[in-house]
């Protein structure tokens, strides 16, 4: 099999054509709410990137909404040229609400440690919606443009997914 996306290096092999593992979405409840916990080779995503990686509709609505963005992070080598400065899409949905990128070249997870591996975050700066803010390193950008459609298909299926 031929990566796609980098059409003129056939031995390249990208984290889409290529995944390190197998994903899955499995909708959950936390706090009344619905929410999709992502599984990495059938179980939770585990140390050194976090504990799990779940979240509920808002992030999946901004996700999704950027997911372009999000599958050029996954794809590129190194992060720090990837959005030299912080981009903002406009969320033509909601006019009123617009996110924001940012990619950084290390994070802090959920044990307080600093893991020095490519991060975008995203946040959704609104006027009349709380803010929401959602952040991943590469092999979960990965994840969420392989998952895209489940998650599509399940934000759907939810009434006011979009608040
Ligand atoms: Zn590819």
């Known amino acids: 099999m031929v990566c796609s996306h980098f059409p003129e290096d056939n031995s390249r092999q990208c984290a889409l054509c290529f995944p390190e593992a197998d994903y899955e979405i499995k909708p959950q409840v936390w706090r009344d709410k619905p929410i999709v916990e992502v599984f990495r080779d059938g179980k939770a995503w585990a140390r050194p990137w976090d504990t799990h990686f779940r979240f509920g509709v808002v992030k999946a ?22 959005i030299p400065e912080s981009r903002y899409l406009v969320d033509k949905r ?45 092999h979960k950008a990965a994840a969420l443009v392989i998952l895209k ?7 759907e299926s939810l009434d006011g997914w979009f608040d």
């Not at 609505?61 to 990837?82: H, K, P, R, W």
């Not at 070249?105 to 919606?129: A, G, H, K, M």
């Open 149 to 155: 459609n489940d998650l599509a298909h399940w934000a």
């Open 61 to 82: 609505a901004m996700i999704l909404y950027c997911i372009d963005i999000v599958q050029e992070f996954a794809l590129t080598s190194s992060s720090g040229n990837v």
């Open 94 to 138: 909601d006019l009123k609400s617009t996110i924001q990128l940012q990619t950084f070249p290390l994070f802090i997870n959920s044990y307080q440690e600093i893991v020095e591996y490519p991060f975008i975050r995203l946040d959704r700066l609104s006027q009349n919606l709380s803010t929401a803010d959602i952040g991943f390193g590469q």
